[in-house]
């Protein structure tokens, strides 16, 4: 297809949807629940209360507009809109509860209705629909209360509008999460609406079929995004449990799918109960993993560190100690538009509390920052100079020259859990290869590694030679990060030698390196969507250039202080809110 023809058919998607709102309205609505919906979704208290108070938080922004509704303060941003269309808000206002929070609960849901109930805006797209129509049977007590016989037959006929929109438009969602969230929105509504019942064996079929297709052998998914894969979980979770509740045997394609996933979520889980942030992918909302994991019924396997990985990911543990480390090259095809050169790179938590971090995804923040935050520098790895181990193809937006991982080994010893790895991602450029050795402690107190610049093969060689003459022999230049969370208290030590980290816990961990390179402390940045901004970090930095065949860094992070029994070790504090 060329270019005219993929955007004149872009163009006739709003058309194509609009028209199927249309036909959907023609048909008679639903009468009611076929039972007592519950609520399945959990939001946050804190940011119920601030949309209570008129404090909008969308796309990494905060507006303050007391006393306007939802729609016309992210009127004139479409990614403003796009994500209030969803309606996630909705949980936090439930979560509230009061009569406040369902006061605007419910001006926004019938201001909706009246503004775009007839297939207008930008909400009308399977995901969308899918996201917004889960929200809306979750929350139907909550909203209905005290509402009239008008507003009650409004709220069903468009319930029956969404419903019979997804059983026609459901194809049309991207594969991987925008499909789950439709093909989920439409089982949900199916079971749940008198009438719709004739929908529940087509939607099934197709969620089997999404089931087998995008969910592998090892339960990850083709983005390698943890927070995507806690997203399509949850989905599956509630899906399993919608049919089982309604006397329908959950097809085995759903069953197997979410048993698969299970154990890889847990490998994913830092020791503090946050998800591991890579690929474009957060920490995940405050206990959303646990109850997912909870509601999925499946029991946890021996204790993960062993062997094996997960979604591409390996981890090692001990005693309070987590390390996990991406082990695989980045996704391909339509799956690396939001991957990251991160191939290689590790994050450590100790206890309740991140230590080693990556900055994580820069896309809330603009074009600049997205770009940013997807290359090597910004993760904790070895990077060289100019040059991520992964690299974007010319539209800058898919991985194309992706680093292969040519080394994994693991295994456990007497010093504790080990891992091998080497990936070519500088191979065709300057004839290097980057092997990184992790040891941890079995007690999780000492994390030992050992990071390589070298070439390996004769053509490798070769290349890094003649780079070397065509250069005046000044070296490749390198530097191996180690990027901090904004909690964590850096300070040089031991004239300069040494970095000491201080916890909020009241840990004290020592960074020391055995090598040539320089030892700095520098500025990094934390890039979370829930922020309003960056968040000034520090990060440790190991620098030098490459002027040997092999370059060898050596180093240990090793704890020097315990949490003291008085201080309770916390989990994440709350997200700040603006007052």
């Known amino acids: 297809m060329v270019q005219s023809d993929r955007t004149m058919a872009k163009a006739a998607r709003p058309l194509a949807n609009r028209l199927a709102v249309w036909r959907a309205a023609r048909a008679p609505a639903a009468k009611g629940f076929v039972g007592q919906p519950e609520p399945r979704s959990i939001g946050l208290y804190a940011r119920g209360r601030q949309l209570v108070a008129g404090n909008f938080r969308f796309a990494g922004e905060v507006i303050s507009e007391p006393g306007q509704s939802i729609w016309a303060v992210t009127a004139g941003d479409p990614l403003l809109a796009l994500e209030a269309q969803g309606f996630l808000w909705l949980d936090d206002l439930a979560a509230v509860g009061d009569a406040a929070a369902r006061g605007r609960a419910q001006d926004w849901v019938w201001g909706w209705i009246a503004l775009y109930g007839q297939g207008q805006g930008p909400g009308w797209t399977p995901d969308l629909t899918g996201r917004r129509l889960i929200r809306w049977i979750n929350h139907a007590l909550f909203l209905l209360s005290g509402r009239d016989k008008a507003a009650t037959e409004a709220f069903f006929r468009q319930l029956t509008i969404h419903t019979l929109f997804l059983a026609r438009r459901w194809r049309h969602a991207a594969p991987g999460l925008p499909r789950f969230e439709a093909l989920t929105g439409l089982v949900s509504a199916s079971l749940a609406l008198t009438g719709m019942g004739g929908h529940i064996r087509p939607a099934v079929t197709a969620l089997s079929v999404e089931c087998r297709r995008e969910i592998d052998a090892q ?23 919608a049919l089982s509740e309604a006397g329908h045997r959950p097809p085995p394609e759903l069953v197997a799918a979410i048993a698969r996933i299970a154990p890889t979520l847990r490998a994913l889980r830092h020791s ?4 591991a942030r890579f690929h474009g992918g957060g920490r995940g909302m405050e206990g959303r993993l646990d109850q997912a994991l909870a509601l999925s019924g499946v029991k946890p396997l021996a204790a993960a560190g062993g062997g094996g990985l997960a979604m591409g990911f390996a981890r090692l543990q001990g005693g309070r100690t987590s390390v996990i480390v991406d082990a695989a090259a980045p996704p391909d095809g339509a799956a690396s538009r939001s991957a990251h050169a991160s191939t290689l790179a590790m994050e450590v938590t100790s206890g309740r509390r991140p230590l080693i971090v990556g900055c994580g995804s820069g896309a809330p923040f603009g074009e600049e920052w997205r770009l940013a935050g997807r290359a090597t520098p910004s993760h904790s790895t070895l990077a060289v100079e100019g040059f991520s181990s992964s690299r974007l193809d010319a539209a800058g ?3 194309t020259d992706r680093a292969q991982v040519t080394l994994l080994r693991q295994g456990a010893g007497e010093e504790g859990a080990q891992l091998f790895l080497a990936h070519d991602g500088w191979s ?8 990184r050795e992790l040891t941890l402690a079995p007690d999780g107190r000492r994390l030992t590694g050992m990071d390589r610049l070298a070439a390996t093969t004769p053509t490798e060689r070769q290349r890094f030679e003649r780079l070397m003459t065509d250069g005046r022999l000044q070296g490749v230049g390198f530097a191996l990060r180690f990027h901090l969370h904004p909690d964590v208290d850096a300070a040089l030590d031991l004239g300069g030698t040494a970095i000491s980290l201080a916890l909020k816990s009241g840990e004290i961990w020592v960074f020391r390196h055995n090598s040539r ?18 968040r000034p970090s520090r990060q440790i930095v190991l620098s030098g250039r490459a002027m040997d065949l092999e370059t060898a860094l050596g180093w240990t992070l090793a704890k020097a202080q315990d949490t003291p029994l008085a201080i309770r070790d916390l989990g994440r504090d709350d997200m700040p809110l603006p007052g």
Request: charged share 25%; no cysteine; hydrophobic share 40%.
């Open 272 to 275: 503090d109960g946050g998800l």
């Open 219 to 241: 339960g990850g998914i083709p983005t390698r995004n943890p927070a995507e894969l806690l997203e399509v979980f949850t989905l599956l979770t509630w899906a399993e449990r």
């Open 517 to 534: 390179a320089v030892l700095t402390l520098e500025p990094s940045v934390y890039l979370e969507k829930t922020r309003l901004r960056p």
């Open 397 to 399: 937006e898919r991985l």
């Open 428 to 435: 065709a450029t300057h004839g290097l290869r980057h092997l």
